[in-house]
């Protein structure tokens, strides 16, 4: 199974930029990259899901780089409201690599005024 | 709204009884996966059905047991509940995009036993 590994935690302050970055050196090829994000007292949510290069949706974007030991998950001008704990997985949801099973810690991100 | 329902919303009960948590995925989403989140924890996989079938198994206790009925709609069994039972269970439904599966979780169903 792959392995992740991400920032326990994060600050920022409102109107920046954040980038999480996720470590998954091994990596398989048909493996592909998924981020959740979780409220307190909620079920996480899915934001972004890619396989290489860059991937950008309404809410976010993920960077990919060529070896795909890691990604990048980048969100544009943040608010109170996306203080939460992000989550990073990697796999394809079925068979060995099921990694929809395996959720580590994320990052928690803080978000200040 | 991610279109997966879970009842009760709260629950409170004590050691050594047994509860029934119910988990309705989303329309047309054959499979169901539920998780035991403990307080300021990560997520920890139970078990995950498909069409009826158990088709995976994480770190379940012998005394919690589920089963997806032929709506599709699944329940968790809790039995001879412990303090340490005390946790945020959610169920998600799945759907896949191409290759991949993407999880929709339900509100959760807070347990706390006393």
Not at chain 2, 47 to 66: D, V, W
Not at chain 2, 69 to 88: Q, R, T, V, Y
């Amino acid at each position: 199974l792959a392995k992740t590994t991400q920032p326990i935690s994060m600050d920022s302050y409102e109107g920046q930029e954040v980038n999480i970055t996720c470590s998954h050196n091994n990596i398989a090829t048909n493996d592909y990259i998924t981020w959740y994000q979780q409220f307190p007292s909620q079920g996480p949510r899915f934001i972004i899901q890619g396989y290489k290069t860059k991937v950008t949706n309404e809410v976010a974007s993920l960077f990919i780089p060529a070896d795909r030991k890691s990604s990048t998950l980048s969100l544009p001008r943040v608010s109170l409201s996306d203080t939460a704990v992000y989550y990073c997985l990697v796999g394809d949801g079925k068979g060995d690599s099921n990694y929809q099973l395996i959720w580590g810690a994320g990052t928690k991100l803080i978000i200040k005024p | 709204d991610s279109g997966v329902t879970q009842t009760p919303k709260h629950l409170i009960t004590a050691t050594g009884q047994r509860v029934t948590l119910r988990c309705s995925p989303r329309s047309g989403d054959l499979s169901v996966y539920w998780y035991q989140q403990s307080l300021d924890q990560g997520l920890q996989f139970l078990i995950q059905y498909y069409n009826g079938e158990e088709r995976a198994k994480g770190n379940i206790l012998e005394r919690f047991s589920a089963q997806q009925f032929p709506d599709l709609h699944s329940e968790l069994n809790l039995s001879s509940l412990e303090l340490g039972d005390s946790a945020l269970y959610f169920c998600a439904s799945s759907v896949r995009h191409g290759r991949v599966e993407t999880q929709y979780f339900g509100p959760g169903t807070r347990l706390l036993v006393l």
